[in-house]
């Protein structure tokens, strides 16, 4: 159970308290959850060992990219992007790193084009497709296109997901990861330690 979008110590505290496997920290100016890497570096470090932690990048050059992981030393880079095949696997082969790649779901053909990262994103997160901003927007995706899907990879499932669907989004696709953000905030990019709470039991932490 994953808990994308932390911005301060305390949200960080209460993730881990509540039993979240990850924890997610967005670096990326337009989101309202952007964090600048000093700040993410700290985030990271409070969490410890306690959760695998995240780091959202959206596009982001190769200057930025190599910067963002040698400051915040994430466990995981979460592509949020357009980033093709061959970027993730450079970006691993020059800095060895776990990548997620979030792939916005819109019909049964995404799922075939999706099989051009096999072998190179460790996990797919399929979220909502992309609208104003590539994630955080609250919108869920059709949950009946991943039923009866032979997953080939490891996968999870985002986009507008909150405590009073997660239970079913779980029975509808199987998923074995559920990534929430805005679902458990009380305003944009406030997280609500009572909705974490609800989130985490309904998703049978």
Not at 183 to 197: L, T
Request: hydrophobic letters at 45%; aromatic letters at 4%.
């Amino acid at each position: 159970m994953k808990i994308c979008g932390l911005t301060t110590p305390d949200a960080v505290d209460a993730a881990i308290r509540l039993g979240a496997t990850h924890i997610g920290l967005v670096h990326y100016e337009p989101s309202q959850r952007h964090v600048d890497l000093a700040t993410a570096a700290a985030l990271r470090q409070r969490a410890g060992s306690a959760v695998k932690v995240a780091l959202l990048l959206v596009n982001a050059q190769p200057e930025l990219t190599g910067n963002a992981i040698t400051t915040v030393r994430p466990d995981i880079i979460q592509f949020h992007g357009s980033e093709t095949p061959e970027w993730i696997a450079a970006v691993k082969q020059r800095l060895p790193i776990e990548a997620w790649k979030a792939i916005g779901l819109k019909d049964a053909g995404t799922l075939d084009r999706m099989q051009k990262y096999r072998g190179i994103a460790d996990r797919i997160l399929f979220d909502a497709p992309a609208q104003a901003l590539p994630g955080g927007t609250g919108t869920r995706f059709d949950w009946s296109l991943l039923k009866n899907h032979r997953h080939t990879m490891d996968w999870g499932i985002a986009g507008g997901l909150d405590p009073s669907n997660v239970a079913a989004a779980i029975a509808a696709t199987g998923a074995p990861l559920v990534d929430v953000s805005t679902g458990v905030e009380s305003a944009p990019g406030v997280k609500d330690v009572d909705k974490m709470a609800a989130f985490l039991k309904a998703a049978g932490r």
